[in-house]
């Protein structure tokens, strides 16, 4: 079954090694085959992986698109290591993200990195907040609401 991939005019796709970029009208294209394709919107560059979860994401990235897990192993180990550590509380996150790998599915395991930079906006939100977000019921993290 062929993937159908809709583009907007001037979005880019890359489908293997090459970038293709959609021209001035929407188009449409059906995709055979086994080669890694990932969206524009799904493409981190160097530039714009400027968190570690986001670097963690770009390596998967690489990986994907390369077709080659061992060539970042070290450095994706290195840079989860460094995550979890900075923060235990993306663990789960991390043991998703590497069971993908492990089972060699590497779309997948893109798709659990997204999670974890979501996790990880969440967690800087709050650190920049202070801990103090306040909740729909009107309270503040941690308190109860009185009467």
Same mark, same amino acid.
């Given at each position: 079954?062929?993937?159908?991939?809709?583009?907007?005019?001037?979005?880019?796709? =890359?489908?293997?090694?090459?970038?293709?970029?959609?021209?001035?009208?929407?188009?449409?294209?059906? =995709?055979?085959?086994?080669?890694?394709?990932?969206?524009?919107?799904?493409?981190?560059?160097?530039?714009?992986?400027?968190?570690?979860?986001?670097?963690?994401?770009?390596?998967?990235?690489? #990986?994907?698109?390369?077709?080659?897990?061992?060539?970042?192993?070290?450095?994706?180990?290195?840079?989860? !290591?460094? #995550?979890?550590?900075?923060?235990?509380?993306?663990?789960?996150?991390?043991?998703?993200? !590497? !069971?993908?790998?492990?089972?060699?599915?590497?779309?997948?395991?893109?798709?659990?990195?997204?999670?974890?930079?979501?996790?990880?906006?969440?967690?800087?939100? !709050?650190?920049?907040?202070?801990?103090?977000?306040?909740?729909?019921?009107?309270?503040?993290?941690?308190?109860?609401?009185?009467?």
């Amino acid at each position: 079954m062929a993937l159908k991939v809709e583009l907007k005019p001037g979005e880019k796709l =890359i489908v293997g090694s090459c970038v293709i970029t959609n021209s001035d009208q929407r188009t449409r294209l059906f =995709i055979e085959g086994k080669a890694p394709i990932l969206r524009e919107k799904d493409i981190l560059s160097a530039a714009t992986a400027d968190t570690p979860a986001k670097a963690i994401y770009l390596a998967i990235q690489i #990986m994907y698109v390369e077709g080659n897990v061992d060539k970042l192993t070290k450095s994706y180990f290195e840079l989860i !290591n460094e #995550m979890v550590r900075a923060a235990p509380s993306t663990l789960p996150y991390v043991d998703g993200i !590497n !069971n993908e790998i492990l089972t060699g599915d590497l779309y997948k395991a893109l798709r659990a990195a997204k999670k974890l930079i979501e996790y990880e906006g969440e967690l800087l939100a !709050n650190a920049t907040s202070g801990g103090t977000r306040i909740s729909e019921d009107r309270t503040t993290d941690g308190e109860s609401q009185r009467s």
